[in-house]
């Protein structure tokens, strides 16, 4: 063989190579072939139920927008092909409905064998069984507080909207807890985009964090900042109060005493 036809079959060789890895890195993350994180925080999807058919494996920061045009590594398609899900090592997953992390969701942090015994929320025959469009991994929180949903629903009515669950509140949140897995975090981020938070419950916790921290009621200007930074940035009522701890009208506050007692930066005599 001369030198040339070596030169040839040598760059077939290459080629070839490279396009193979290039077929299967349009599938799968290049970290699902790393052996060395085969035992952390991982989710695999699989096409079939009980862990069988394609898989692809996703890992803590990973998420996938828009299923619809996108396959598992073997060809089969993602966007509502899913069946089974399995969840290690700490990692948890929100699958959602529909694209771009919308519609219902449902929050995994254990395994799931068959997607078919897993309803949508409000439906007593759709399960998302083949029904996933987007999704997002992450590593789930160790100290993440377990309180009865009761508790959850009860505490971030209260927080947020300033009174006592009504059954139907109760009823539906209750659900979403147990059976689709909703942390309290999502429990109070969907009471957040509701109509009442945003029409009364932004304003009232404004309201409550300027009396217990200035001890004076809000003025139109505050009222109107902060507002709209827990409708608009998600803030939240521990971010207002701390804003409002490092403003020039608190710290003037602290550096005043009370009637009767001597100035702070001299000692009791």
């Known amino acids: 063989m001369n030198l040339g036809r070596i030169l040839l079959l040598g760059g077939l060789l290459v080629a070839s190579a490279t396009a193979q890895n290039n077929s299967r890195d349009r599938h799968e993350p290049s970290r699902d072939r790393d052996p060395g994180r085969e035992r952390g925080p991982r989710v695999i999807l699989y096409q079939d139920t009980e862990y069988r058919g394609d898989r692809l494996v996703l890992y803590p920061g990973d998420s996938l927008d828009n299923l619809s045009g996108q396959t598992f590594p073997g060809g089969a398609k993602l ?7 399995r969840v290690e090592g700490g990692a948890e997953v929100y699958v959602h409905a529909d694209a771009r992390f919308r519609g219902a969701v449902l929050r995994l942090t254990e395994s799931a064998r068959n997607l078919t015994g897993r309803l949508l929320p409000g439906s007593a025959t759709t399960s ?10 992450e590593l789930r929180r160790r100290d993440e507080p377990r309180a009865e949903p009761e508790v959850i629903i009860q505490r971030a009515y209260l927080d947020l909207l300033g009174r006592e669950p009504d059954p139907t509140g109760l009823r539906d949140y209750r659900s979403l807890i147990i059976d689709q897995g ?9 009471i957040r985009r509701g109509d009442e938070y945003r029409q009364d419950g932004a304003e009232r916790i404004v309201r409550r964090a300027y009396r217990d921290v200035l001890g004076r009621e809000v003025d139109p200007e505050g009222l ?3 507002r709209q930074q827990l409708l608009e940035r998600n803030w939240t009522e521990g971010d207002v109060r701390d804003a409002l701890r490092r403003s020039d009208e608190y710290k003037k506050t602290q550096a005043v005493p009370p009637p009767g007692e001597p100035p702070r930066d001299q000692p009791n005599r």
């Open 224 to 226: 109107r900042h902060f």
């Open 128 to 137: 998302w069984n083949d029904r996933i469009s987007s999704l997002r991994v």
């Open 182 to 190: 909703w942390s309290e975090r999502m429990v109070r981020d969907n």
């Open 79 to 85: 966007n509502d092909g899913i069946s089974s899900i």
